[in-house]
Every structure is written in C-alpha cells, then in structure tokens.
C-alpha cells in the first residue's frame, strides 16, 4: 500500500465529483442527550464544490451535528448519504468517516502537544509516508508541503513539539493536517479562525476557494459572520437544534444572520424589556476594578446588571474567576470585592453540576460548602429551606428529588442558580448561563436575573450572546482581557456592543505575531540535565575512589545499574501513556524467579511460563481500558499477584543461572563489559522504539487520548502495546538479575517500582504523560544507582537508602513545580 | 421478573452488599466443610478484620477525595507508629499517655505532608505518598535498631485483644469508627463538601468549597488513624517489626473497593468498607484453613481486588489528566 508522494498528494485532484449530485445528503438527522434535543429532524445536501456557512448560537446543536459527520456520535434517527453510498451508522466510525472523505477541523484543538507537526500529520494518515524507516523525513516534507500550499511563509518547524507553538501556528498545522487528507470530499472547518490573524485568515479563505473550485465541498462554521458572508455561497442557520434558515449568501446579509439565529431571544427579549421598565437605585458599592483588568478603575455596586461583553477569548470568563476568587478571600491583582460571590456556570457538565447527587443536593451544596465544616446536616430542613428557592426558579417538586442528570440542560442551570441565590452571597457571577438552552428557561432566567439585582444583589454577566447584554445596567467591554469601554444605557445597544468588539479586534491585529517562543540552546537545555547530573555524580565517585573510573570500577558500577536501567525504561513508556505503573518492580522479580528456577531446570518449559508472564501483562492493560478501571489499583492488585506467584515457586532466594545467560553477564563485546553494552543496548532499543511510528502513537494516547481515537486508533491496542513495552523491559531486568547474581529472591524487584518512577523523574518526562525521553531516563536510573553507590563509599547506612531515594523524588519534582512557577 | 430486576438494580446501587453476600456466602462454605471454623474462629477473623478495618476507613476518605487519590503511605505509618508505641510506652499505661501525642503526630504530620506535596506541589497523590512511606521507612529502620522492649501497655492490650461478653473491643471500636464516619459524610458540612470536591473539584470550588483544606483533611484523617491502628497493632502482635504494615498496602484499598466506594471518589460508604475488610479477612483466612502458602495468598488477594474493579467497572472515567 504505497502512498503517493507528498507533492503529488497536493497537486493530485480530489476525487472525482459524483456526477454532479451531492456529495452530502442528510435527512431527518435527529439526535437527543438524555432530555436534551440536540439536533431536531435536520435535512440538507451540499454538492461539490459548494462552500456552506453553518452558524448559530452556542448550543443550537452545531457541535453534534458535526461529531454525527465525524463518527464520533451516532444519530438517534435519520440517514446520511456520502457520494451517493449510505452510510451504514451500525459501522461508522471515526476511521470509516475519513476513508469516506469527510475531515473535520476541530475548534478545540485535537493536535497532541507533545508530539511534533510531522509525528501530528502520521498519526491521522498513518500510511501517507509508505514504509520507509526514514517516515520522520517523508512527513516532515508532507507537513512543511501542506502548511505551505495554504500559508506561505508560515515558518513552522515540522520537527517543532506541537505544544511548542503558538496557539495560531496549531491553528494552521490542524487546518494543512485536514486538508492534507488525498481523500478528501468535505471539509468542515469548526471556527477555524479564532486565533488566525487578518493576514493568515485570508490566506485560509484563498485556500478554501481554490479547493472549492476543484470540487471539495466546504462547510465553514464561524461567529464571525462577516467571515462567513465573504467566504460562503450558501448559508445554514441552526437554532434550538433545528435548522431554521437554508438560503443563498446573497440572500442573507449579516443582520439578517444574527436575527435568524437569536430570533426567539432577540424576541423574548424585546418583550420582557417592554414589560420591566422599573429602574434600579445602585446600592453599596460591591466591586472595584483597576489595572491589569481595567485602565481606568471602575466600581460596582449592588443592584446592578454589568455585561462582560466582547468576541470570545478576550478574558471575560478569567475576569469572573478572579472576581470569585477575590471574593472568596484570595488576593488577585486587579480585582476587590466587599461581599462574598455565587457562581453560576453554563459549563453544567465540566463546572456545575455533581453527577452522583440528586437536585437537592445540588443546591443546597453551594451554602453548605461555605458553611461550617461541622455544621450538622437535618434532611427535613434541607429540604425545606431549599425549597422555596427551587419553586422559585419554576422548577417543578416532583423533579426536586431527581438524580440531576435526569434533567434537562435548562432545568439544570435552573438548579445551579438556585444554588447561588440560596446562599447568603451578595455578588452573582455569571458564566454564560444561557448556554445551549431552550427559549423558555432563557426566559425565566432573564426574570431571575432581574430579581437578584431587584433585591440589591450586584450580578455580573458575561454572555457570548451579543443580545442579552440588552438587559444589563452597564456593559464592560473585554478585549485581551482588559476592560477597554464601557456601555450603558441607549448606548449598549447590540450593533454598537458587536461593532465596538470587532472594531478592537481590527485595531489590535498587529500584535497577533505567532510564534515567539525560541528554540535555541536554553530550549534543549533541560534536556541536557539529566547527562550532567550522571556525570557530576560520577566524577564525585571518581574523585573518591580512583578504581571507579578503571574499566573494571566502571563495570561494577554498571552491572549494579543494569535492572534499574531496564525497568526504568519500561515504566517510562507506562508514564509516557500518562498511567503509573505499580507492579513493574515486582513483575521483574517474578521474571527473576522463573529464570532462576524454572529456566536452567527445564529450558522450554522456562521460556514458556516467561511468554506467558509477558503476555498477562500485556492483557492487564486491555483490561484496565476495557473496563475504565485506574492503572494504580490493577497494578497495585498485580504486584501482589507477581510477588505471590515467585514466592509460591520460591519461598526462600536461591535458584541458579542457566549457564548461558551468566556466560553473557561475564562477556564482553569488544572488549567493552556486558553490564556496559546492555545498558546501551536498553538506551538503544528504547530510543528506537520511541522514534518508531508506534513511539508516536504512545506518546500521542499519552497527550490526548480522545484526539488519537478520533484519528481512528484503538485505545485498547495502545495500552496492550504499552504494557507489553513495559513488560518486556522488566522481563529483561529479571534475566539480567539473574545473569548479575545467579540467583533469584522474589522480594529483590519490588524496590525497583518507586526507582523506575524517579528514575523517569529525573530524565525529564512529564507525568502527566505524551513525553518519552529513552536517554534521559536511562541516565536518570544511572544516577539514581551511582547514589547508591555514593552513599556506600561514604559510609552512610543503608538504613537511609529509602529515605534517599523517596527524599530525592521529591525533591526533583519540588525543584520542577519551582521551574513551572518561574516561567509563569 | 420485575421483582428480580429491581433486586439487580438494588444490588447496584447498594454496591456494598456485593461483599455483604460474599461473607455470607464463604462463611456456609467454610461452616459446611469444615469442623475447625466455628463461631469462636469467626470472632477472630471478625478481630483481624477491624483492625483492618480501622486504616481502610482513612484509605477511604483518601479514596474519596477523587481523582484517582490514594494514600500509600499508610503501611509505613503502621510501622513506625508501632515502634513508637513499643518503645515510648515502656509496657506501662502511663507511658502510654505520654506515647499517644507522638502516635497521634506520627499520623497527623505524614497526612499533612502528604496533603502538601498534593495540594501545594501538585504531586500525583500516589507518588507523594509512596514517596514520603520511603522516607518514614528508614525512620523505621533506624528506631528498629534501638528496640528493645516487648512490654505491651495493659490498657492498650485490653483495647486489642480484649473482649466484652465475647465479642472483640477492636470489633466494636471499628464499628464504632464505620459509624462515626458514617454520621460525618452523610450529616454534616464537612462529609457532604468532601463527595462534592471527590466529584468534580472545579465545580466544587465555584460553588464555594474550600477545596484544599477539605482535601487536606482526608489525607490527615487517613494518616491518623493508621497510626492508631498501629498503635493497636502493636499490643496485638505483642511487639512491632519491620514490615508489619505491609498487607495493608493492598488490603487497605481492597476493603475500599471490595466494599463499594467507588475508586474515583465522590462517594463513599464506611459501613461498606467495614463489609469490605471482613470479606478480605474471611477469604485470606479460608486460604489459610486451606493450608495455601503466602504466595498463593497474595496472588488471591491481587486477583479478587482486580476483579471486583473489573466486574464494577467504573463505567464514567473521570481520570483528570
């Protein structure tokens, strides 16, 4: 399965337009999450080369439409034609949809950080480079190729960590990666330019152009709707998971677009105004602002609506967190607050609402979380003081005592801010409560909202869509997370909050400069630390002892690091995968019995249990991905079942080495020790592993899992494939103990867990996982050992080795969080 | 069938009662087919099983302040708190109020150290953990070296080995505990913001929690009363040696799972975990009726803990990266 050359694939013409009918044809797609109706009998077709604008408000159903196109969500109801062929939901996926030529351009991100631009473009077309073990360079020149053809001089390095870059340069690698696909048929850019510049913004749209003209169909969603008005010839507007509006662009000038898509707010709207003229008097003042989060200070009383207004990602929602913070008793520069604060989040799954509890428990959580810790919890009362509020915000009592998910995403938020009203806070933060619900509750949550403020409460807003800000006091408009204006009365009408927001937009584009971060000798740095701290260590050991740094000093010190080294190794891909790995020590001391006893005994029947040894471990990491169960329990469980079964084979050490493995413990290669070359050759192999396709893959389920299953890898073979990994390198430091003492003891490898795991510490992996650094660690576990020995020629006990060793892990990573800290 | 549905659905929301069965159950077995397991065994099982009883309700708190948290340091503060008993008690009742301060700050000072590393280091709680064990590890080790006495306090011996018309005081003090704890997570402030922040930590905060001091006060809560179980271990062995908290690495969060809490907090059940502890005890006893050897022993123990977490399965991964 030869792939075309990189250039060809560019040039190369898409596939050839089905006879001028659709390429997409969808009928009655309906989708539904729980109560929530996600999207509602959806129908339409898009023929190639058609560039199609979807807009809508947050929540109008846009993201599931597009994860149904993706294969990530399955419909409830309803077909879809792709080039004709219906697609067979009971065998789509993820893979199936992009075979199909469907890509879809995330709007978050799905680039893994840790992995460079090149290793980016493998992982989603994995067969574009052919079979050349040289792949590094085929898709270094596929990426650099594909960035080119839509953003001229973009000066990104293909071989550049992804997470090195600045979030408009991901940008563009997510938008060639895309559109680098040879097969594809429909493009959907999901807010492509969010963080793209003027310059690079219109370099995206001459590329959509011209691949529209060669007949790739494009579906373009933005909030900029100027953006899309220039670019689409047909417009899509979605409200309330229903598609509202199908019209030629032409046809729907930018007023029109932002009608049909608020229409029942901008409705609602108009008639509460009309009905609540009462005027609020400002009470106390509640809130002040100064630099860095306003110029010029601003104060904000009780009694007052305040808009945080301004184009998505200008700051509003980290202005709230600092207000609740403040609130809270936390110094933030830029921010005091004289009463304590309630917040409400339209994030109810990430931010709100605690899935095991029923509503009640939802509610009244927000005024016993800032209670007495001992206050004593009376049932009855709860209930009965919570429940004035929830009748308040019209939900209704039968519903009060339901687990919350059962609840629809309106009558959740209802909850959550019933949860703020109830306690005794004076300040009402709100995150975008609105978010993704019906026009019915945004109603009552208007009327709610009012009353806070009617009962002296000071509510501060932020709201991502433009007209609620229709309803506040004063509108405070953010822009690179700074208060540049202030709106009030007539003047905070919706045009002139939209106009004022793009027109900071404009005139702020100049210092949109990506990519800034160096990456000269202080970037490769750290790398080097781990290599000079082994070799401080050995020239302190050096300078104690001549006889270390003879050949056969060296070959001492070594054959004492060599099980570290391997188990160090396999514990590295473990925390590459973003899991700890508990039984690895203890699973190299099983491999040290079973080649001490069973091995020399009955060879076949030794190699045998070790295979099988091998392959239990392997399928743990099945189990733990199959069942979703937590790596540090199973391996936790583990160690003991490896431990048992050497001790049951061998209560007491002993066993001897098979004679040809504790020949090769004795040889040596070029007249290099063995203990020397098979500390090498652990460097060796893992670093080829690592820069293998497949070290790719690990390191990308260990950055972000949910981005490579979308790119169509199996979650469930990247941890058998990373257990196996692991295993075998311990299997290795259980022969090598072996080879080293030429006998076994089942309790010898449990010390090795918590080194393995320092030992990846001090090479440099994160433990969050997505990194694998085979020469750090392996110098690490050197290190780690070389103390060992240090302590001996300083006649320390070894009483204090666990200390050492527990003292010195934390230390690093104390070390490190210090580094982290400065570098903000 | 509707009855047996609804008994399936009451089993999995009672996730507790799986090891409830599962004692019920080994004990007719055991009772059938042996002689030797009588009541008066059963007493002494029940005995064993509170003790463990006693570190897995703090492994418990630990557990539920969620994220995947776990207390790993616990069996070396068993260890060390043991020591600590044996040698600053002297066998006497008086030393024994003298010793109870440095038992309880044994405890007290390893759960804030470990609640700093988490809270303020952002150290994965199982490496913070595991880290400082090593470090009270060698403080074992090196008061093993000046050990000398085997006098056991009369009072804390009659708190371990005692027993009232029959039944183990050590049995009654751990149920005592599951109660307690029961009342604190279900009845008050502290409990119920506890299962908000094991649920989801950042809606926690915005709703006012004081996340860290909460979080904090579970990991204390679980150094403490490992050290007093140490202590209580100590007059029940009749001494402290090294190692002697070790089965409690595994059986600690076994009893946890085993009885029903979910591993990745936000929930949590003591009368459960109590089950737990029993159901652990019980089977590492038939084994040992069984005459199994200890290796069999601990690859039992290893396999049921990865079972129960497989048949449970968590369904929702809430892993925070």
Redesign the interface.
């Known amino acids: 399965m030869n792939a075309p050359d990189a250039r060809a694939a560019v040039a190369a013409p898409p596939p050839p337009p089905a006879a001028a009918g659709p390429v997409l044809v969808l009928s009655a797609i309906t989708k539904s999450y729980g109560p929530t109706i996600a999207n509602q009998a959806l129908s339409f077709a898009i023929a190639p080369g058609e560039v199609v604008g979807l807009i809508g408000a947050n929540g109008a159903g846009k993201s599931t439409l597009m994860r149904i196109l993706a294969g990530v969500a399955l419909p409830d109801g309803g077909r879809i034609e792709v080039a004709g062929a219906e697609v067979d939901f009971a065998r789509f996926s993820p893979q199936r949809a992009r075979e199909s030529g469907i890509r879809i351009v995330h709007q978050e991100l799905s680039l893994c950080g840790s992995l460079t631009v090149a290793e980016n473009f493998y992982v989603e077309q994995p067969t574009a480079g052919g079979r050349s073990v040289l792949w590094h360079r085929r898709f270094e020149a596929l990426a650099r190729t594909h960035l080119e053809a839509i953003f001229p001089g973009n000066g990104i390095d293909p071989r550049a960590p992804v997470g090195t870059l600045a979030i408009a340069q991901r940008q563009m690698v997510e938008i060639a990666r895309a559109s680098a696909d040879p097969r594809l048929r429909i493009l959907i850019l999901d807010e492509p330019t969010s963080a793209l510049d003027v310059r690079r913004s219109e370099d995206l749209q001459r590329f959509i152009a011209a691949r529209a003209k060669a007949g790739v169909a494009v579906i373009f969603i933005s909030h900029k709707l100027h953006e899309v008005a220039a670019l689409a010839g047909r417009i899509l507007v979605m409200r309330n998971g229903r598609l509202v509006r199908d019209a030629a662009a032409t046809a729907l000038a930018v007023p029109q677009m932002v009608e049909a898509m608020a229409g029942e707010a901008a409705a609602t709207l108009a008639t509460v105004q009309a009905a609540s003229g009462v005027a609020r008097t400002p009470g106390a003042v509640l809130a002040e602002i100064s630099p860095p989060f306003a110029a010029t200070p601003l104060r904000l009383a009780g009694g007052e609506i305040i808009g945080l207004a301004g184009l998505e990602g200008s700051g509003q929602p980290e202005f709230l967190r600092a207000l609740h913070a403040a609130a809270g008793g936390q110094a933030r520069a830029g921010v005091r607050c004289r009463a304590r604060a309630a917040y409400v989040s339209g994030d109810r799954r990430g931010e709100g609402v605690f899935p095991l509890w029923n509503v009640l428990a939802n509610a009244t959580i927000g005024r016993i979380a800032t209670g007495r810790a001992l206050a004593w919890l009376n049932p009855a009362a709860e209930y009965t003081a919570a429940r004035p509020w929830l009748d308040s915000v019209q939900l209704p009592p039968e519903r009060q005592g339901a687990p919350i998910l059962s609840l629809s995403g309106g009558n959740q938020q209802k909850v959550l801010m019933a949860r703020a009203l109830m306690t005794d806070a004076e300040i009402i933060l709100l995150d975008d409560p609105t978010r993704g619900v019906d026009v019915a509750v945004k109603q009552e949550f208007y009327r709610l909202i009012r009353a806070a403020a009617g009962a002296g409460k000071l509510v501060v807003w932020y709201s991502s869509e433009t007209i609620e800000f229709l309803e506040c006091d004063r509108v405070l408009l953010f822009h690179e997370g700074e208060v540049r204006r202030t709106l009030e009365g007539a003047a905070a009408s919706e045009d002139a909050i939209l106009s004022a927001a793009f027109a900071e937009r404009v005139g702020a584009r100049a210092a949109h400069a990506p990519g800034r971060r160096g990456r000269g000798l202080g970037g490769h740095l750290p790398k080097l630390v781990p290599a000079i701290v082994l070799a401080l260590l050995f020239a302190l050991i050096a300078a104690l002892n001549r006889n270390a740094a003879s050949l056969f000093g060296l070959d001492l010190l070594a054959g004492a690091a060599v099980p570290l080294v391997f188990v160090a190794c396999g514990q590295m891909f473990v925390v590459g995968g973003s899991e700890i790995d508990l039984g690895v020590g203890a699973f190299a001391g099983l491999a040290n019995v079973l080649s001490a006893t069973v091995l020399p005994a009955r060879p076949a029947l030794g190699l045998l249990t070790l295979a099988l040894a091998l392959g239990g471990y392997a399928l743990l990491g099945l189990l733990m991905q199959a069942r979703a169960i937590p790596a540090i329990v199973v391996t936790l469980g583990a160690s003991f079942i490896w431990a048992g079964i050497g001790y049951a084979l061998q209560p007491t050490p002993g066993g001897s080495a098979p004679a040809w493995l504790a020949a090769l413990a004795s040889g040596h290669v070029l007249g290099v020790p063995a203990s020397i070359v098979s500390i090498l050759a652990a460097a060796a192999v893992a670093a080829l592993l690592n820069g293998a396709r497949l070290g790719a893959v690990l390191r990308g389920f260990g950055a972000n899992p949910r981005a490579m299953v979308q790119g169509g890898w199996s979650a469930r073979y990247g941890a058998m494939l990373r257990y196996a990994i692991a295993g075998a390198f311990a299997l290795t430091a259980g022969l090598a103990m072996t080879a080293i003492n030429t006998a076994s003891d089942i309790n010898a490898g449990g010390s090795y867990t918590l080194l393995s795991i320092a030992s990846v510490v001090v090479g440099g992996c994160a433990l969050a996982g997505g990194e694998i650094a085979p020469l750090g660690v392996v110098c690490g576990a050197l290190s780690l050992s070389l103390i060992g020995s240090l302590l001996g020629f300083l006649d320390v006990s070894t009483d204090y080795n666990a200390a050492v060793q527990g003292g010195l892990l934390i230390g690093i990573l104390m070390l490190r969080q210090a580094l982290a800290w400065r570098r903000r | 069938m509707a009855a047996a549905m609804s008994a399936l659905a009451w089993l999995r929301a009672n996730r507790w009662s799986f090891s409830a069965i599962g004692i019920l159950l080994l004990w007719l077995v055991l009772a059938i087919t042996t002689a030797r397991f009588s009541l008066q065994s059963l007493s002494g099982v029940a005995a064993s099983a509170a003790f463990l009883a006693v570190v897995a309700t703090g492994q418990m708190f630990a557990v539920a302040t969620g994220g995947?948290n776990?207390d790993l340091s616990i069996p070396s503060v068993i260890t060390l708190s043991a020591y600590a008993t044996m040698i600053l008690s002297r066998g006497t009742d008086a030393g024994l109020i003298l010793a109870l301060p440095a038992i309880a700050a044994i405890g007290i000072v390893t759960g804030a150290a470990n609640a700093f590393?988490i809270l303020k280091?952002?150290?994965?709680a199982?490496?913070?953990t595991?880290?400082?064990?090593?470090?009270l590890?060698?403080?074992t080790?090196?008061t093993n070296?000046r050990f000398t006495t085997f006098a056991v306090s009369p009072a804390l011996h009659a708190l371990a080995v005692g027993r009232v018309f029959g039944v183990p005081i050590i049995l009654l003090l751990a149920t005592g505990l599951a109660a307690c704890a029961s009342l604190l997570i279900?009845?008050?402030?502290?409990g119920?913001?506890l299962?908000?922040v094991g649920?989801?930590a950042?809606?926690?905060r915005?709703?006012?929690?004081?996340v860290a001091r909460v979080t904090a006060?579970a990991f204390l809560l679980s150094g403490l009363l490992a050290s007093l179980d140490g202590a209580l271990l100590s007059a029940h062995a009749g001494g402290a040696f090294l190692e002697m908290g070790r089965p409690y690495?595994?059986q600690s969060?076994?009893a946890v799972?085993v009885g029903g809490t979910p591993?990745?907090g936000?929930?949590a059940t003591p009368l459960g975990t109590l089950s737990g502890a029993v159901f652990l005890i019980l089977i590492v006893t038939t084994m040992q009726i069984a005459g199994l050897?200890?290796?069999?022993?601990?690859?039992?123990?290893?396999?049921v803990?990865?079972a129960v977490?497989?048949a449970a399965?968590?369904?929702?991964?809430r892993?925070t990266?």
């Not at chain 2, 280091?121 to 994965?124: A, D, N």
């Not at chain 2, 595991?130 to 470090?135: K, Q």
């Open positions: 995947g776990i590393l280091l952002r150290i994965p199982i490496i913070a595991l880290a400082v064990g090593y470090v590890d060698t403080a080790l090196l070296r279900r009845r008050t402030g502290y119920r913001t299962m908000a649920q989801n950042v809606a926690a915005l709703a006012g929690a004081r006060a690495l595994l969060v076994g799972v591993i990745f936000g929930s050897p200890g290796g069999i022993q601990d690859m039992v123990q290893g396999g803990i990865i977490l497989a399965g968590s369904g929702l991964s892993r990266a």
